[in-house]
């Protein structure tokens, strides 16, 4: 039988090596360039007296690191390097360190990948990430030409920000995926030559001095091979994310969730207490749904404004607000607790508003820019991110947090540069960098259990350094309830970032401004994801709750194989409202699945023929609809010719299979 094509292929590996060791193998030549005093450093030159260790980290990671010292300025160069022993993937992070007694000359556009890479122009897939737009996540594939380049960048300093740090590069049937590792304003660049492909990427902007003692670092640059077409490479990079970065809280692979929620008349969560925390909480448990998550979002602090109103924007004081939760969280954590559900809160520390406690308390902490009153909290400075570690940590063990969110929302670029010296630019941005990233890390160590969300205007923080410590539940604040929008957002988060979260909000049926339209299967089977929450008012009486346990049920039945399977498009990718979206997940090794059909409202077609992926087609599956309770058994190959779906309009179907023996 020949090698199952989701299993790592030989050669693979091998180019992996190869480059591995070009890339790696002679300090000379690393990938890592800047400019010192105006002279182009490339790598690690001999007169730095490079050292190399290789160590095995564990069964499946090998370290190399690479250290030398400049001998004119004192100023050290430290590449950390992994690779997996099995994924073909490779990545890296470089750190420049000053131990002199005066500050460095000027070092200037440091990169963290700057090679070219040999073969004819390739094609290059990229995204445009979230923006707040329907014209989000969508996915290009540009042939590149020789003499021709492409430039990326994102805006403002959020990473995702209209452009999408994840790019895939294809010379025929083989190819490279690329992730770039940057909380902040990163760059990148592809020029097509005649030699090859020549790769540029790094923090956007440096030209600074390092003082004595002070540390800065490059992106983390993921490199990963693949033979095959864009599906295989999608697929591959789902195992290699499921198997090494999906988040392990208890030790255990974060699997998948139901959010329950509920709060009274108010801004987001201003008018969520106590009370009616464990009110909403009980009436969950009394319609029998089975939440793993309860949500409290925005507001939950203290947020008046000056007009005495509370606002969510209003961040800069972390504690529950005494007047609505005069004992904190706890009594609401021990209800969900109870319930099998873990808290999850809101956060957005880096927002500082005038008049909260971090703008009394610590205004030396805050960096303002012009056009704004936003003050952002500088985690750059080691004092100002230990406080808030402290701090954090307090209110996430006094409240029995489990689930913590960040939010992040506005853009922190003029606070970086405008407070960089003309000798220092880049430097707030990367001592930030470095500070958020630390923060994550101790909030992490210290409660073993925690997980995080990671938001930012929705998707606009979800670069691969920040995605290995935390996912993207709220992936974009754009079309909750716009179901051929959401759903071609999901082609691209799919792809790259399986889990994340859905709604089942259904606006085709009400308008935006009201929160749901009740419970029916299309608008469930539209808010399939990882983690699930039904945009329900709990404390209403008129929903068809047992339709509703029905429909959960279907959900929980699947989003196991959606978040570990292989994933693929069965359907062209669009956003119109008049045509079907279906797509397939395949979890291979246990021959388990399921065929999705999701007729949009202005579709008119009833009928659509799905021809299934990643079958043995000698195999016999049983398949069956939870729905209409229909079950029949096919081959493989009978279901790669075509698994013809039918819903009525506005309508969707599923189909589950098991292979046979």
């Not at 250290?67 to 690779?83: N, S």
């Not at 500050?103 to 990948?113: N, V």
């Not at 492409?150 to 740090?165: E, H, K, L, Y």
Request: aromatic residues 12%.
């Amino acid at each position: 039988m020949a090698t199952p094509s989701w299993v790592t292929q030989p050669q693979d590996m091998a180019r992996c090596r190869a480059e591995a060791r070009r890339l790696l193998g002679d300090p000379g030549q690393l990938p890592v360039t800047f400019r010192l005093d105006g002279r182009t450093c490339r790598g690690m030159p001999a007169a730095w007296q490079p050292v190399s260790r290789r160590r095995q980290l564990d069964a499946n990671l090998v370290e190399t690191v690479i250290e030398g010292r400049d001998p004119d300025t004192g100023m050290a160069l430290r590449v950390e390097a992994v690779e997996y022993q099995d994924y073909p993937v490779l990545e890296w992070t470089a750190w420049l360190t000053h131990g002199g007694r005066a500050p460095t000359p000027i070092i200037a556009d440091l990169r963290a990948l700057d090679s070219l890479f040999a073969g004819p122009p390739p094609v290059l897939w990229h995204s445009n990430g979230d923006f707040y737009s329907a014209e989000g996540y969508q996915a290009f594939q540009t042939p590149l030409q020789a003499g021709q380049e492409q430039r990326f960048a994102p805006v403002g300093g959020r990473p995702c920000d209209r452009a999408f740090p994840y790019y895939r590069l294809r010379w025929g049937d083989q190819g490279m995926s690329l992730a770039i590792g940057w909380p902040g304003q990163w760059a990148a660049a592809f020029a097509a030559t005649e030699a090859g492909l020549r790769i540029q990427a790094g923090q956007e902007h440096t030209h600074l001095r390092l003082q004595p003692g002070e540390t800065i670092r490059t992106p983390r640059l993921t490199l990963m091979w693949w033979t095959g077409d864009d599906e295989r490479a999608a697929n591959q990079w789902r195992r290699w994310h499921r198997d090494h970065l999906r988040p392990r809280p208890d030790g255990q692979p974060l699997s998948p969730r139901l959010v329950g929620h509920g709060t009274d008349e108010g801004e987001e969560f201003t008018a969520a207490t106590e009370a009616n925390q464990c009110r909403y909480l009980d009436r969950w448990a009394a319609r029998g749904i089975p939440i793993s998550t309860w949500w409290i979002d925005a507001g939950w602090y203290p947020c008046y404004d000056s007009q005495h109103q509370r606002r969510w924007p209003e961040t800069g004081t972390w504690v529950p607000d005494p007047e609505r939760f005069p004992t904190g969280m706890g009594a609401v954590a021990a209800k969900a607790a109870a319930q099998g559900a873990g808290l999850l809160l809101w956060f957005e520390p880096e927002r500082v508003r005038p008049g909260t406690q971090l703008d009394r308390e610590h205004p030396e902490w805050l960096l303002s820019a012009s056009g704004t009153d936003n003050r952002l909290l500088n985690l750059g400075r080691p004092d100002c991110r230990q406080w808030l570690t402290d701090h954090v940590s307090r209110v996430i063990s006094d409240n029995g947090i489990r689930v913590y969110r960040q939010d992040f929302n506005f853009e922190p670029l003029a606070h970086w540069r405008e407070n960089d010296a003309p000798d220092r630019q880049g430097m707030n941005e990367n001592l930030h960098v470095q500070g958020y990233l630390q923060y994550w890390d101790e909030l992490l160590a210290r409660h073993p259990g925690l997980w995080i969300d990671s938001c930012a205007s929705g998707g606009r923080r979800n670069d691969l350094e920040t995605m290995r410590r935390a996912v993207p539940l709220h992936y974009t604040d754009y079309g909750y309830g716009n179901h051929p929008v959401k759903l071609s957002f999901h082609h691209v988060l799919c792809q790259w970032l399986p889990y994340f979260k859905e709604v089942t909000l259904s606006w085709d049926l009400v308008p935006p401004a009201r929160f749901d339209a009740g419970v029916d299967s299309f608008s469930y089977h539209c808010g399939f994801g990882p983690m699930m929450a039904p945009a329900i008012d709990i404390a209403r009486d008129d929903y068809d709750y047992p339709l509703m346990r029905r429909l959960v049920a279907i959900w929980e039945r699947a989003a196991g194989t959606m978040l570990d399977g292989d994933y693929y498009p069965l359907a062209p990718i669009h956003r119109s409202p008049k045509h079907w979206v279906v797509r397939q997940f395949d979890h291979p090794e246990t021959g388990i699945g399921w065929v999705q059909g999701i007729r949009l409202p202005a579709c008119a077609e009833g009928l659509y023929l799905a021809r299934c992926r990643g079958l043995d087609p000698r195999a016999t599956y049983r398949c069956e609809n939870p729905e209409s309770g229909q079950v029949f058994e096919r081959t493989g190959a009978q279901l790669q010719q075509g698994l013809l779906l039918a819903a009525p309009a506005r309508g969707a179907v599923i189909w589950f299979y098991q292979r046979m023996g």
